[in-house]
């Protein structure tokens, strides 16, 4: 493992100089205006340079996993729609549209969940003949989910990294299996792109773009969805790390339609901007309130489904939800009261 790990950072070093010099060349930066943080025209090219190199990974590695390799691999197809979104700014309906075919090509390979889980007093939840459909909604929910969230430098790959993580020290505490290191491989490549995406290096700064948040939310769609028809894990422990992405997005959302606002509209209406004007936050205190209630889901979510029932989970997820909304809404109320008063 050793040895893969210094390869794919050689190898992803060397793509992330190539392309950031050749998207400054041909201008795939993203201009500052008055909803964006950052102030120089940046390359958002992440997630073209993340995909390349998860799929030299199944190349350059020794495991023998098709399920993980048929995710990776169809893993720059979403990226090159992301990139599109970023370079040609589509609209709506079409992102929707360009998202749905590396997400059909998947389901088509068997790739989608038939049940929900077995739970106590109710039996298996099936899905009947709606399962692919209701695969492909909810990889289409995470991938927008995680376009929404990406406001902040090393936010969403933090995520990714956090959701990863706790899959597999859920896999050791409930004795699934032993650590599953090709999920460890494929988050390194997210870890390695931080060190450009806080701009360690001089002049090689670079975001994630859509092509990464789309990214980032078809390998944790597909992901998840690997670890309950492969490795087992129960989908009211999954549906955890996944708390704060998913509150996010439908909490956004929801506010929006309250408000008669359009719900794909781009706004400062996100947790990420209104800590950061609420409580006049830098953006790294912003990221790591995040990060931090993000793992409180996580530790949350697996101390609730070993003392308490499956169903219980569930309620209490959906309880968690309304909690995160009312707290967005008194957020948002709060500043709207400060803006009027000034």
């Known amino acids: 493992m050793v040895s893969n790990i210094f390869q794919i ?3 992803q070093l060397i793509i992330t100089f190539l392309i950031i010099i050749f998207s400054k060349k041909i201008g795939l930066l993203d201009i500052p205006n008055e909803r964006k943080l950052h ?3 940046t390359p958002y090219t ?3 340079i993340i995909s390349i ?5 199944v190349f350059i590695t020794n495991y023998d996993n098709q399920y993980l390799n048929q995710i990776l691999s169809f893993s720059v197809l979403i990226s090159i729609t992301g990139l599109i979104d970023d370079k040609y700014n589509v609209n709506p309906g079409t992102k929707i549209v360009l998202q749905f075919f590396p997400i059909f090509f998947l389901i088509n390979n068997d790739f989608y969940l038939t049940d929900l889980g077995s739970y106590e007093s109710f039996g298996v939840l099936t899905l009947g003949s709606f399962d692919k459909v209701f695969t492909i909604f909810c990889c289409l929910l995470m991938i927008n989910a995680f376009n929404y969230s990406d406001g902040v430098d090393g936010l969403v ?3 990714m990294v956090i959701i990863l993580t706790s899959f597999n020290l859920y896999l050791i505490f409930l004795q699934k299996t032993t650590i599953d290191n090709y999920l460890l491989v494929i988050g390194l490549p997210f870890l390695i792109f931080l060190i450009f995406n806080f701009g360690l290096i001089k002049n090689f700064k670079i975001f994630l773009g859509d092509s990464g948040s789309n990214l980032v939310g078809f390998l944790i769609s597909f992901i998840s969805i690997y670890m309950y028809n492969v490795k087992g894990l129960h989908p009211s422990l999954i549906i955890w790390p996944l708390a704060y992405i998913v ?7 929801i506010i929006r339609l309250i408000n008669n606002k359009k719900i794909f509209k781009a706004g400062k209406d996100h947790l990420h901007y209104e800590l950061g004007e609420l409580f006049n936050l830098k953006k790294n205190s912003v990221l790591l309130i995040i990060l931090l209630i993000n793992i409180f889901y996580c ?3 697996y101390l609730i489904f070993i003392y308490l029932k499956n169903y219980i989970s569930i309620i209490l997820y959906f309880t968690s939800f309304i909690i995160f909304l009312i707290l967005k809404i008194k957020i948002k109320n709060t500043i709207n009261h400060s803006k009027f008063s000034t």
């Open 299 to 301: 530790l949350m979510g």
């Open 247 to 253: 509150f996010e997005f439908l909490s956004v959302n």
């Open 9 to 11: 950072l050689i190898l």
């Open 53 to 57: 190199t998860l799929l030299f990974i």
């Open 39 to 41: 102030k120089n025209p």
């Open 157 to 159: 790959s933090s995520i």
């Open 46 to 48: 992440g997630g073209i």
